[in-house]
């Protein structure tokens, strides 16, 4: 192997590989960091269902409220 490969051979793994290798994890980590089309249309459902459940909620607390006077303090 010639000594200017070699030299060559040297420089790319002390500086360019560790650089490469830093910035395509970086990469990967802002990929990694959004959400997908799948994840904010799971979480568009999820808060949908959320909404639901609170309105249902109020509702049987109303009807709670009426059909049995006090029922929050006898936990």
Do not use: C
Not at 4 to 31: C, D, E, N, Q, S
């Amino acid at each position: 192997m010639p000594e200017g490969a070699f030299v060559v051979a040297v420089i790319f793994l002390a500086i360019v590989a560790p650089i490469w290798i830093v910035l395509h994890y970086v990469t990967k980590w802002r990929i990694a960091k959004t959400l997908s089309a799948d994840d904010e249309q799971m979480l568009a459902d999820l808060w949908h269902s959320a909404g639901q459940m609170e309105d249902r909620i109020r509702q049987l607390e109303r009807i709670l409220d009426s059909e049995v006077p006090g029922w929050r303090s006898k936990s």
